[in-house]
């Protein structure tokens, strides 16, 4: 088992900055690659970024792509979230995501931090 805590969520001015942290525990020499996904309320969940835990290559939605940047320290078994130039519309619960695949569904999640940026 993974254990996720996600932290660093926060209300924000538009074009401001965050930084989420997420930090794992548990089975880590499991994970192969961890995400940051988000949700509003009554939408589905969105894929935001996602980064392999050994190589480091990583991966954005369009929508985020220059704007924000993910990255991890393995020695501290965390990963980070960037988020710079903030817009209204990425105000949304922020979760971490962790698994040992190489694709598909996640199979562990925190429990979200909630992120607001106000116009």
């Known amino acids: 088992q993974v254990l996720l805590v996600e932290s660093g969520g926060g209300l924000v001015q538009a074009g401001g900055s965050l930084r989420l942290s997420c930090a794992a525990s548990?089975?880590?020499?499991?994970?192969?690659?961890m995400g940051w996904f988000r949700q509003a309320p009554g939408k589905e969940r969105e894929f935001v970024a996602q980064?392999?835990?050994?190589?480091?290559?990583?991966y954005y939605a369009v929508s985020v792509k220059g704007r924000f940047t993910i990255s991890r320290d393995n020695a501290k078994n965390t990963v980070y979230l960037q988020m710079n130039s903030l817009k209204p519309e990425d105000t949304d619960v922020y979760y971490c995501a962790a698994d040992s695949k190489v694709r598909g569904p996640y199979d562990h999640w925190g429990q979200g931090t909630q992120v607001t940026v106000s116009s």
């Open positions: 980064i392999t835990w050994r190589g480091g290559t990583t």
């Open positions: 548990g089975r880590t020499g499991s994970i192969y690659r």
